[in-house]
């Protein structure tokens, strides 16, 4: 489909692109706090229903499912096109937020304040900026009665969070056939711009995601008094444990993705990535540093800690939890070198999520190019791989092809990945109507 250069005098797109920050706003404000726990978690319902109000005010038909669970509301749409012999396109985006304590905020993290340039709160960059863009576009084919040259599938989910277990890991499993077609999805933590030099732009693509365990350890000993002398202390054998694993530094390896990203670094900047200083040369990257280089090795991070019951006993049991993240084609030598580190004493239990991993190229990937490219001439699009997770690592069961696209033009000095979970979550206006302009023709185009 072709179209004009120029899209500035579109009355359709300049709605949708006054709108995305309203709808980004008030999105915040909806308080989806997803603390892990079913009991004490709030208002993904609200917010599922408040989505599925914005698509029926513009004629969409909605599905809307509680999950296995009262209140984890997951909301689907679909809108036809042309072709229906191709494979559809799905793009998804979860409503829950990780917590914010509002003490320790510039700004209310659920106030959605638009300031300084900036839209504030919880959720800013993860990922209701992605969800306001993705919302503030379908509306405007709908309304505009533009059919795209495929099918889009249009989901708005919950628990991503938390692994997905009352949303994407359960449609997945349970309702299949509200995404009966769906070849490829676009999601988060992708298509965002990083500055390398003299305002040169490069925009990375997810096309690779590590592996998700988070890891219980636990450890038995002898209980007794805490006054007595003991040799068989379950603290102190995990303590122990716990200290080497988390001062263990798993190998550098190299994924296709990673290599494909440096390749494509060098190529702009000049700048090398020897292997015998890797690490060095990825420091050089700035703020952005700190994602690319969690994807150079296994990693294996100590977060929680849990025995005892009164101070002068000694427990039986001792536990801690362990957020593992694991590159693509390394389980079983991660296996192996964790029960080296930890020994033979240590139990382990595992909640698994598997890695994403998939090539840069094809049709739909010159799509994106050329809708990033159109909005920034001269951008550079480039793979990565996420540290992190997304609800990809559901939908690729499906035996969808997954990438992060998320399309935002960000200022040099910001620290983007920072944001994340981060105090001050907040996202550039000029960034969501960029994002919506090029979201606008991607699904336009691809």
């Not at 929680?304 to 030598?333: F, H, W």
Request: proline share 5%; hydrophobic share 40%; aromatic share 6%.
């Amino acid at each position: 489909m072709s179209e004009p250069k120029d899209l500035s005098n579109d009355p359709g797109l300049r709605v949708a692109q006054d709108e995305v920050v309203t709808l980004a706003s008030e999105l915040i404000r909806i308080d989806t706090t997803n603390t892990g726990d079913p009991a004490t978690v709030v208002g993904e319902r609200v917010a599922a229903e408040w989505v599925a109000e914005q698509l029926a005010e513009v004629g969409f038909e909605t599905t809307y499912v509680e999950s296995g669970a009262k209140g984890r509301g997951n909301v689907v749409a679909r809108l036809a096109g042309a072709d229906q012999s191709r494979g559809a396109l799905l793009v998804h985006g979860h409503l829950d937020v990780v917590p914010a304590d509002a003490s320790e905020w510039s700004v209310h993290p659920f106030s959605g304040a638009v300031q300084d340039g900036y839209v504030w709160g919880r959720g800013a960059v993860d990922m209701k900026d992605m969800v306001a863009m993705t919302l503030a576009t379908a509306r405007r084919l709908k309304r505009d009665g533009i059919t795209p040259p495929r099918d889009l599938i249009f989901a708005f989910l919950a628990d991503e969070e938390a692994g997905g277990t009352y949303g994407a890991r359960w449609l997945v499993r349970n309702r299949p056939e509200l995404f009966e077609g769906a070849t490829e999805a676009i999601s988060e933590v992708g298509g965002f711009s990083i500055t390398l030099k003299d305002d040169v732009r490069a925009y990375l693509v997810e096309t690779a995601e590590k592996g998700i365990a988070w890891l219980t350890l636990r450890v038995r000993g002898t209980a007794g008094h805490g006054s007595m002398l003991h040799r068989d202390n379950a603290v102190t054998k995990l303590a122990a444990a716990v200290s080497r694993l988390g001062q263990h530094r798993f190998p550098i390896v190299l994924t296709d993705s990673v290599r494909e990203f440096l390749a494509g670094v060098t190529e702009i900047t000049g700048i090398d990535f020897p292997e015998d200083d890797l690490e060095g040369a990825v420091g050089k990257l700035g703020a952005v540093s700190r994602m690319i280089g969690a994807t150079l090795r296994d990693t294996a991070n100590p977060t929680m800690l849990s025995a005892g019951y009164k101070a002068n006993v000694i427990p039986t049991v001792a536990e801690a939890t362990v957020d593992c993240r694991i590159l693509p084609g390394r389980q079983e030598a991660f296996d192996r070198e964790l029960a080296e580190i930890l020994g033979p004493d240590v139990e382990r239990e595992w909640l698994s999520l598997p890695p994403v991993e998939t090539t840069f190229d094809g049709a739909l990937v010159d799509a994106m190019t050329a809708s990033i490219t159109a909005e920034d001439p001269g951008a550079h699009v480039l793979p990565y791989m996420l540290s992190g997770g997304t609800d990809a690592k559901s939908f690729q069961e499906l035996g969808i092809r997954c990438f992060g696209f998320a399309p935002l033009k960000l200022p040099p000095d910001l620290d983007f990945s920072g944001l994340f979970h981060g105090v001050d979550e907040r996202v550039p206006v000029d960034a969501l109507k960029f994002g919506t302009r090029v979201l606008d023709r991607f699904l336009r185009n691809s």
